[in-house]
C-alpha cells in the first residue's frame, strides 16, 4: 500500500475518533444521564454507582448486543434487563452507531498498522 493510501486511511480513522468522541457525548447526554437517575431512584442489586465514563460503554453494549452472556441475572456492572427496558428506538440507534463506529475505527488501526 502506498503512503499516499495509507495517510488518506489514517485520516479516516481519525475521523472515526472524532465521530466515536461526539457520538459518546451524545450517547452520554441522552441516554446514560436518564438511566443513572432512574438506577439512583430506585436502586438495583446489581448496580454500583462507579461513576459514569464506564457505565456509558456498558449501556451501549448491552442495547447494541443481546447475547447470552447479557442476558445474565448477574452482570456485575448494570442492571441489563431494566436498562433494555428503559431504552428507547434513540437510545438503541445511538447504541448501533456508537458500536459500529468504535468497530469501524478498530479495523482502519488493523489496516493502518498492517500496512506498514
Same mark, same amino acid.
Given at each position: 500500500?502506498?503512503? &499516499?493510501?495509507?495517510?488518506? !486511511?489514517?485520516? +479516516? ?8 468522541? @461526539? ?5 452520554? #447526554?441522552?441516554?446514560? %444521564? %436518564? /438511566?443513572?437517575? *432512574?438506577?439512583?431512584? $430506585?436502586?438495583?442489586? *446489581?448496580?454500583? $454507582?462507579?461513576? +459514569?465514563? @464506564? $457505565?456509558?460503554? #456498558?449501556?451501549? !453494549?448491552? @442495547?447494541?448486543? #443481546?447475547?447470552? %452472556? +447479557? ?6 456492572? !448494570? ?5 433494555? %427496558? /428503559? ?6 440507534? +445511538?447504541?448501533? /452507531? ?12 488493523? !489496516?493502518?498498522?498492517?500496512? &506498514?
Amino acid at each position: 500500500m502506498g503512503a &499516499e493510501t495509507t495517510f488518506v !486511511i489514517a485520516q +479516516l480513522w481519525m475521523s472515526t475518533l472524532v465521530v466515536g468522541v @461526539l457520538l459518546y457525548g451524545v450517547f452520554d #447526554y441522552v441516554t446514560a %444521564r %436518564r /438511566l443513572e437517575t *432512574h438506577f439512583m431512584q $430506585h436502586p438495583s442489586p *446489581h448496580f454500583s $454507582h462507579d461513576g +459514569l465514563g @464506564l $457505565h456509558t460503554v #456498558y449501556y451501549a !453494549i448491552a @442495547l447494541a448486543f #443481546y447475547s447470552v %452472556r +447479557l442476558n445474565a441475572q448477574d452482570y456485575p456492572f !448494570i442492571p441489563v434487563n431494566d436498562t433494555r %427496558r /428503559l431504552a428507547t428506538a434513540t437510545d438503541k440507534f +445511538l447504541a448501533m /452507531l456508537f458500536t459500529a463506529n468504535f468497530a469501524l475505527s478498530m479495523a482502519l488501526l488493523v !489496516i493502518i498498522s498492517l500496512s &506498514e
